[in-house]
């Protein structure tokens, strides 16, 4: 190494470790090709409270400051140089009775009615352990919906389970008879108080004149009682200026 701290010889090793050796230990897979999205690479290695100082820049300063780097970086992607030692996919043997996975709660109500279909993976990536399925499945979704399947149940449907190294298995997908999941949350509904309908007006015909009764009637008595009034009071006024002139 040249010039590096050991900072940077310690992060080489773990390098070489996480790609080249043993990736299922974090809840890895990498492509046919050795490939880990550079994304989600370091999502893991954030994880780790002792690599969080693992980043982008350090890693391009151990590629360019090393002979011999133990990674290499093409486009988005990160792999081991020597990757002789990377567990071989192959056909699983011996396999738990149920495996776990997990979705996002967005694509809950799909996978209920669809089954499970690889999304970042050309494989939909499963384990043996919760834990790892919860730690893998919060790379994408805070709160991710553990789902467990039952690995009798998908193999009778010729679905078959490949071994990725330690916990992990594989499979093209997952029915959706073929595993246990939480059933899709009550939506709150929010009842609204209904508007008070107001009477409709009658309809005036087009064209025509509806008379207002009321009005027609009223005016007239109320006309009358006002006069009749007006009537007694100028009586009763004219009789205090001229009294002798009324009888009585």
């Known amino acids: 190494m040249i010039g590096l701290s050991q900072a940077h010889k310690q992060a080489a090793k773990f390098l070489e470790y996480i790609l ?32 969080r100082y693992v980043r982008l820049s350090l890693v391009h300063e151990i590629i360019n400051g090393m002979a011999d780097p133990p990674v290499e970086i093409v486009e988005n992607k990160i792999r081991a140089i020597h990757r002789d030692l990377l567990p071989k996919i192959q056909h699983a043997v011996d396999i738990p009775k149920a495996l776990y ?3 996002t709660r967005k694509s809950h109500p799909v996978v209920l009615e669809e089954g499970i279909l690889p999304t970042r993976h050309e494989y939909v990536i499963l384990s043996s352990e ?21 690995v009798l149940q998908t193999e009778k449907q010729e679905i078959f389970f490949k071994h ?27 009842t609204k108080k209904p508007k008070k309908q107001q009477d409709p007006e009658t309809p005036k015909t087009p064209g025509s004149y509806l008379p207002d009764l009321h009005n027609k009637w009223d005016k007239p008595r109320k006309a009358a009682k006002e006069k009749d009034d007006s009537w007694k009071r100028n009586k009763k006024r004219l009789r205090k200026q001229n009294p002798k002139e009324w009888p009585g």
């Not at 992990?168 to 509904?189: M, R, S, V």
């Open 101 to 103: 996975t997990t979705i």
């Open 20 to 51: 080249g050796r043993c990736p299922y230990e974090f809840g890895l897979v990498p492509d046919h090709d050795g490939f880990v999205k550079l994304k989600e690479f370091f999502m893991t290695t954030a994880e780790e409270e002792e690599w």
């Open 164 to 190: 990725a190294g330690g916990s992990l298995y594989l499979a093209e997908q997952i029915p959706f008879d073929c595993f246990i999941a939480p059933p899709l949350p009550k939506e709150k509904i929010e």
């Open 130 to 150: 919760k834990n790892m399925a919860f730690r893998m499945g919060r790379r994408r979704d805070s709160s991710p919906i553990l789902i467990t399947v039952n």
